[in-house]
């Protein structure tokens, strides 16, 4: 018996009689509400999206072949354990019970001519590969190499931020209150690329053994994340780990052959070509090299250099998956913890509270034991000093007294395992907050800017050699409350003249030759654009430059230019999706119609732009949370948009005006039987 409702935000409820006829069910409902984005995932991991949209994606879909993500998935999927490969089998069996149907209310399908294919067993391993691949600091580490190369060794530190397509995530955990009786709360906002449909999928699963709520990855089974079994609740940010490493690899040809350099000399590297389709065009074929470190991504294309990915998931054959059926069923933080023993990428921090009152913070996934070296550079393959030396760093799992706040920031339990982290001020500020009585709502939605090396850059501008109308604006922006509200003005001056000064830096004498051709393929464009890099490390850079004649010239322009208006006009929602249909192209209009976006980058709302390059938002809080541990009926949730992943479809945006507002809306609650059949 299986049974499906919806609440009135059409957020499913599911019931089946066993797990994996609740997989079963979980992977058709997928199907139903988002037929063309799991598919669009699918395709992604095996590199035939061009096939399917056109040579716009021919960058991804060389990559994706390069790096072996769907042969890696292959592996994933054989390596599981029999349980958990039968569960995620069942979950393909109910995705393509539903896709057919599901396609024919997707417009892009028509859109495009083209249809679903039915899933493989491993599709959802590749999917999850897909949304985490480029989310640690590999291409960071590109970046590296071309600040290194052309500013020299000694700048990296200039850019030692989150990089543009980075994270921005918050949690935290209120411990129980004795005095009153109120459980923990675990609450959070993970910021991600907002993607439309959204990349979570909320959802209630249900049978005899358990009953969980949560947020899904649509095509993957179980709520990897976050999820409330209601006796144990889980959050997750990232951890800011290392755990992907680059190697310069030499190659030479010998006809079809295609030998490496390694310690001991030249090494045979498997080799092989494959042809990608093109809709419209000519197929494009692309060479698939592997060295004994991993598959070939990219060359250099300044040093000649092949550049080689070393990664955990492939290294290992598993991805975690193995702790998706365990974590629906635990009861404590303890299970909670033994369940993520099986993590291996992305590296999580993770907050976990119950109903008796325990609350743990852990950092799950692999992260191997290396040269330092490796951190941040690609690195000679050849060299022995740079292997992986075959052990992981042991899973962190600590109780925690008191308030525990994780926003992508140096703490000490993340501290090895990184080497880039975010700013302090977003956690600090939540810890403010929270100190000072703040309800979840009001911290999703701090709206304030940190007073950082930038900000106080206007403090040692001279007024007196200003003319009247920079001299204006300076005093206005000094007497501004930091607040980045979408009604502002002063909020919109002030990115206006960051902007202005971001544009100047370009082509100031020390960063100049960062304009030089980095020498990666433009899919790492995002990591290796020097404008993009240089309007997020702003504070960073006012902290090391005298910036004062560039940031006067900077007011002055924007002193005498148009008015900047409101910065909710500016700041507008820009979600991703491949615009292949014009019914969602019209429906991403009307939604910048409706909402005005507030928060920026360094606030604890990171409804990101990139200072120099856009005030458009294409990253944020693609979720936000609040998980009651005394009466989970009381917790409460909101996504960008909305259930449904068809638009015209009455839930396909309607938490979208809430979500901009900061309100969130009651979880489906109440009880579930199995007495009727879908």
């Known amino acids: 018996m299986t049974h499906v409702d919806r609440d009135r935000w059409g957020v499913p409820r599911l019931w089946a009689a066993d797990v994996d006829a609740l997989a079963r069910l979980q992977g058709r409902v997928a199907a139903l509400d988002r037929a063309w984005q799991i598919s669009v995932e699918r395709w992604r991991a095996e590199g035939r999206l061009a096939a399917h949209v056109g040579a716009a994606e021919l960058a991804w879909d060389r990559f994706a072949r ?49 249809a679903p294919e039915p899933w493989q067993p491993w599709s959802p391993l590749g999917v999850f590969l897909v949304q985490h691949v480029l989310f640690s600091t590999f291409p960071n580490k590109l970046w590296h190499a071309h600040v290194a190369r052309t500013l020299g060794p000694e700048a990296a530190g200039l850019f030692a931020v989150e990089g543009p397509a980075s994270s921005g995530s918050n949690a935290w955990a209120l411990p129980a209150d004795p005095a009153t009786g109120r459980g923990p709360v675990v609450a959070g906002d993970p910021h991600r690329l907002l993607e439309l449909p959204g990349v979570y999928q909320q959802v209630r699963l249900a049978c005899p053994e358990f009953d969980v709520i949560g947020l899904a990855f649509p095509g993957v089974p179980g709520l990897p994340h976050f999820g409330h079994t209601g006796h144990v609740a889980w959050a997750v940010t990232n951890a800011m780990a290392d755990y992907q490493d680059l190697y310069r690899e030499r190659l030479r040809r010998d006809e079809d052959r295609v030998l490496v350099r390694d310690a001991g000399g030249w090494t045979p590297a498997a080799r092989h070509v494959e042809e990608i389709e093109v809709r419209g065009g000519a197929p494009e074929t692309v060479e698939v090299i592997e060295t004994p470190r991993g598959p070939v991504i990219d060359h250099d294309r300044v040093t000649g250099d092949a550049i080689a990915l070393r990664t955990p998931s492939r290294v290992e054959a598993r991805l975690g998956f193995e702790a998706l059926l365990p974590l629906l069923r635990a009861r404590h933080t303890g299970d909670v913890a033994e369940a993520l023993r099986h993590w291996v990428e992305p590296v999580n921090s993770v907050l976990a509270a119950d109903t008796g009152g325990g609350v743990r913070r852990l950092v799950a996934g692999l992260v191997p034991v290396r040269h330092e070296r490796c951190r941040r550079e690609p690195v000679p393959a050849w060299e022995p000093a740079y292997r992986w030396r075959g052990d992981y ?16 920031d140096r703490r000490e339990d993340v501290a090895a395992h990184g080497t880039d982290f975010a700013p302090p001020h977003r956690a600090r500020r939540i810890r403010e907050l929270l100190a000072q009585g703040a309800g979840p709502s009001s911290v999703h939605t701090d709206d304030r800017l940190p007073a950082g090396p930038l900000y106080r850059l206007l403090d040692r501008l001279d007024p007196g050699r200003l003319d009247e109308p920079a001299r204006a604006l300076l005093l206005r922006l000094r007497g501004w409350d930091r607040a980045m509200a979408a009604g502002s003005a002063e909020a919109a001056a002030y990115a206006a003249w ?20 980095c020498g990666f393929d433009e899919l790492f464009a995002p990591w290796t654009d020097p404008a993009a890099r240089i309007g997020l490390a702003l504070d960073r850079l006012a902290a090391e430059f005298d910036l004062a004649e560039p940031a006067a010239e900077a007011l002055a322009e924007v002193a005498a230019g148009p008015a900047p208006g409101e910065w909710g006009g500016r700041h507008l929602l820009h979600p991703v999706h491949l615009g292949v249909a014009p019914a969602v192209t019209d429906a991403v209009t009307a939604m910048r119609q409706r909402v005005a976006l507030a928060g920026d980058t360094d606030c604890v709302l990171a409804t990101s732009s990139v200072p120099g390059v856009s005030d458009a938002c294409w990253r944020g809080p693609v ?35 809430h979500w901009a507002a900061g309100t969130l809306i009651p979880v489906p609650a109440g009880p579930l039987t199995g007495d009727e059949t879908t």
């Open 393 to 408: 760093l042991p899973l962190v799992d600590e109780p925690v007294d008191g308030v525990a706040v994780c926003a992508n």
């Open 623 to 657: 979720a936000r949370y609040v998980w009651d541990l005394t009466d989970r009926a009381a917790s409460r949730w909101i996504v960008p948009f909305g259930a449904s992943g068809r638009p015209g479809d009455a839930h396909f945006a309607d938490q979208l005006t």
């Open 66 to 114: 390069r790096v072996r993500l769907d042969d890696t998935a292959r592996r994933c999927y054989e390596r599981l354990d029999p349980d958990t490969r039968r569960w995620v089998e069942a979950y393909v069996d109910g995705v393509n019970s539903g896709l057919a149907e599901g396609a024919a209310g997707a417009p892009e399908f028509a859109a495009t001519g083209t």
């Open 498 to 517: 960051r902007a202005a000064l971001a544009r100047r830096l370009r082509v100031h004498p020390r960063l100049r030759a960062l304009g030089e051709p």
